[in-house]
């Protein structure tokens, strides 16, 4: 009987340590970092993300108005920030306040006055209407539920020549990135999802070794 109970309380210990552990491996993989969003701020990160090489692939104009989705610590909306200039605006959106609070320090603490936090909803990133030249996706489609009609709804918040771009990790193991398949968009189903919600692609630049890049436009 003692043998019985100490296999069941082993039994019962570990489940427990593997679903904290799956809570924990979660928070990990949000991507505005669970209120942590230095975690996207490595160096290693720069050379396999090669950042200034995408900025300068989508062709940002002084003036312009990006709307980084899931920007967490800001990683590339500092970049654009440069890239749009004084009177451009960067509208860092995420779900995570933390996050955002972090970001909104980090611009002040910079100088980056153009760049405006804004706390979306998960279905709903809250952009002005027919103000937006770029909406930008790094590593964050994959979250979004419905990603057909939250690409539907972007399309009120673009000015007429306004492009998304989504850049994902392949859906394969990689030795950065989120692990799992789960965690991650393949490039078909990424093509399918803007395709179906009314976008056509004009643009694939292939420089990255781990993601792929696609820029589209509303048909």
Not at 31 to 48: A, C
Request: proline letters at 4%; glycine letters at 8%.
């Amino acid at each position: 009987m003692i043998e019985i109970k100490a296999v069941q309380t082993f039994v019962m210990v570990a489940a427990a340590a593997l679903a904290l552990g799956a809570v924990e491996l979660m928070a990990q993989h949000q991507h505005s970092g669970g209120g942590n969003p230095t975690r996207y701020e490595s160096e290693g990160r720069d050379e396999w993300q090669k950042p200034d090489k995408i900025v300068g692939l989508l062709d940002l104009k002084a003036g312009m108005v990006v709307a980084d989705i899931g920007a967490s610590s800001g990683y590339f909306s500092r970049r654009f920030s440069k890239a749009v200039g004084a009177s451009g605006r960067v509208l860092a959106v995420d779900l995570d306040t933390e996050a955002l609070a972090w970001l909104a320090n980090k611009a002040d603490e910079l100088g980056m006055s153009n760049i405006d936090t804004v706390h979306a909803d998960a279905d709903d990133p809250h952009l002005p209407a027919g103000k937006v030249d770029l909406v930008f996706f790094c590593n964050t489609l994959h979250h979004i539920g419905d990603r057909v009609e939250y690409l539907r709804r972007l399309k009120s918040a673009l000015k007429d020549d306004g492009r998304v771009a989504v850049l994902d990790f392949y859906k394969k193991d990689l030795p950065v990135g989120p692990q799992g398949p789960g965690h991650k968009l393949s490039w078909n189903e990424a093509y399918r999802a803007l395709r179906d919600a009314g976008y056509k692609v004009v643009r694939e630049p292939q420089h990255l070794l781990y993601q792929y890049f696609i820029i589209a436009r509303p048909e």
